[in-house]
């Protein structure tokens, strides 16, 4: 097996201490991407989660020499959220600009919104968001199907941070290769991963849909989302699969209501108890109030 984490380090090297301090990955996992894209040479590259530029940049720099060869990066923020005051991105226009002429970037909107316009024929997706359940399955249910399906990759950073997000997609979809780089610190378990898609990924892609039924860990996907991500499901996946989607979403709101109304139902048995305790005659009070008022 190929280690990726040390192939064609000497191409990443000589930026290293640029990047490093605006990428969010660590240094094994900034090698593996490198060494991904060095080993595969992707010719359409997506990039979804952008940041300061850190990625981008890294990106940027390993397909410089690959012939045709283009990034389509995508972030929902306008601005950096680390560096509120510049543009998501901003690392390369400021540090690379020799590099922007095979970069498209598109801010300030899901990936759903744009995924149309970047078009087809995606060799690689590098995705890297919100980390909180339904997004990163959402994303990536949203980019499938402008994926070569015959040996493209998907590289899927943070999947063994706390929110889960990532691990859920990383470990349902299905794809015959699935592998990480060794992990900076052997004591913890990679938190990068890749999988190549395959006919079969897109066969079985029911277990990403069955993924929504997860319950949501995000408070909420802002109806303008909702809206572009549902188009683009409608669009390309069965009439079956939408609909299931449409019920998982209702299935979720239904959640959200129970638990508001499960909420509602433990303050008030709290407050019954404070009043049986400390004030039991203001209790029987009200217990009377109640019966006369049922009669
Ligand atoms: C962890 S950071 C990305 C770090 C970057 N990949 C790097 O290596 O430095 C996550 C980024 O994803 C963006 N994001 C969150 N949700 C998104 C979505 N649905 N579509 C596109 N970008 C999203 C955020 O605005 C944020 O800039």
Not at 240 to 248: D, I, P, S, T, V
Request: aromatic share 14%; glycine share 6%; with cysteine.
């Amino acid at each position: 097996m190929i280690h990726y984490e040390d192939f064609e380090r000497e191409r990443l090297d000589p930026i290293y201490d640029i990047i490093a301090p605006y990428s969010e990955m660590s240094k094994n996992e900034r090698y593996f991407l490198n060494g991904m894209i060095r080993y595969f040479k992707p010719k359409k590259i997506l990039e979804v989660g952008v940041s300061s530029g850190g990625g981008t940049a890294l990106i940027l720099n390993a397909i410089s020499d690959i012939d045709g060869a283009e990034l389509y990066s995508v972030d929902y923020s306008e601005k950096a959220y680390r560096h509120p005051e510049k543009s998501s991105g901003f690392l390369v226009e400021e540090q690379f600009p020799h590099l922007m002429d095979k970069w498209h970037i598109y801010r300030g909107g899901d990936v759903s919104r744009f995924i149309e316009t970047v078009g087809g024929d995606i060799d690689m997706l590098v995705l890297d968001t919100v980390h909180i359940h339904p997004w990163e399955t959402l994303n990536f249910l949203c980019v499938l199907p402008l994926m070569k399906l015959s040996g493209s990759w998907t590289i899927l950073h943070d999947i063994s941070l706390s929110g889960l997000a990532c691990r859920y997609l990383f470990g349902h979809v299905v794809s015959e290769e699935k592998f990480s780089p060794a992990p900076d610190n052997p004591e913890l378990p990679p938190n990068i991963g890749a999988f190549r898609i395959s006919e079969d990924t897109m066969k079985y892609i029911n277990n990403l849909f069955e993924s929504l039924m997860i319950p949501f860990f995000s408070s909420e996907v802002p109806q303008k989302d909702f809206d572009s991500i549902s188009a683009i499901i409608k669009k390309y996946y069965s009439p079956e699969q939408y609909k299931f989607f449409l019920e998982a979403f209702k299935f979720q709101a239904s959640l959200k209501d129970r638990g508001y109304k499960e909420r509602k139902k433990s303050f008030y048995e709290s407050l019954k108890t404070f009043i049986i305790l400390w004030q039991p005659s203001l209790y029987d009070s009200m217990r009377k109030i109640k019966r006369s008022i049922k009669k």
